[in-house]
């Protein structure tokens, strides 16, 4: 795979796999770039405009090696309407990519969205005629042989092994985000030490189940805070409250959308702006049926605000402020 990108300047990475495209860049910098210029040789670039993007891929590498620009094209098949002399200008540019400058285009979807770029547009036929493609794909939650070999090749890059009841009650608690996965598999690690192998105790001893977190969810969105919040606390011995309140937003955010949504679109499209299936979707409904909309949006600000706090230091203490969020 890698040669052929040596040999072809421009690639079109896209899918609702975003933590496997991330790896796939990383690994790419590593292998084509000149370490010691690394940090100046590459550039990400989102949203560019047509101008910009003409700019990026005429830019010619200079002295220091090769250079590499990955630029998130998500607008262009958005609401954007190229002209005809647009696209042969990007068609030409993309055609005469400097041997030496690497482009990586990107597209992420939601997870779990299964969507693709839409082939109807201009614009996709011109990339797909001129840049090696590249889907990265969730994992369906059926394929579990495919999580456990992922699973174990993140434990082996660190010298553990998973027992199989490990292994498989790992994916069962965290679900298909491989990002997560590798996350909860570090812990582990540190966990197990001295020791070489995870059994399925010190899976259920560490790890948070998606359970959990929906339980915690589903407490706010009935009112019932000072549950939630006994919740919240609890989960705070196994996980960092940051962690906690990023999984609390999306929650909110999908609460949100649904509850705007479920008289005025079907079903189907409401899995596809929330991630979740069809069936997900009508149970959320069920459970959000006597949930007071303002209430859930004031929450959502309320978290986001507690977010905003901590990462700019006037917090001093994270879970206290996002314990205050909960009110």
Sequence with gaps: MFGAVETMSVSFFYGDEEFLME?????????????NFSAMNYKYIKNPNYQDFISFLMTQPMMFGAQMIVIDIE??????????????????ALENISPSLHIILTLVFER??????DSRKKIYKVISSCAKMQEFATIPLYKTDDFVNFVNKEGKKQ??????????KLIEQVGNNLRELSKETEKLVLIAYPKNKITEQMVKDICITNDDLLSLTDKL???????????????????????????????????????????????SEIAKMTGFTDFLVQ???????????????????NFAKAEYNIK?????????????AFY
């Design 112 to 117: 779990n969205s299964k969507r693709k770029p």
């Design 75 to 92: 607008n262009f098949f958005g609401n954007i309407t190229f002209e005809d002399y647009q696209i042969n200008e990007i068609k030409a």
């Design 23 to 35: 790896r796939e860049i990383n690994s790419l910098r590593e292998k084509l770039l000149d370490k």
């Design 221 to 267: 969105l009935v009112g019932k805070k000072a549950s939630a919040l006994k919740e919240f606390r609890k989960l705070c011995d196994k996980q960092f409250p940051l962690i906690l309140l990023s999984a609390i937003q999306t929650n909110l955010r999908r609460a949100i959308i649904i509850k705007l949504n479920e008289k005025i679109l079907p079903t």
């Design 283 to 301: 149970l959320q409904q069920k459970k959000l049926k006597s949930a007071d909309l303002k209430e859930l949006v004031k929450l959502k600000r």
């Design 159 to 168: 010298g553990i092994t998973f027992e199989k009841p490990a292994a498989l």
């Design 312 to 324: 700019s230091g006037k917090a001093l203490d994270v879970q206290a402020e996002i314990e205050l």
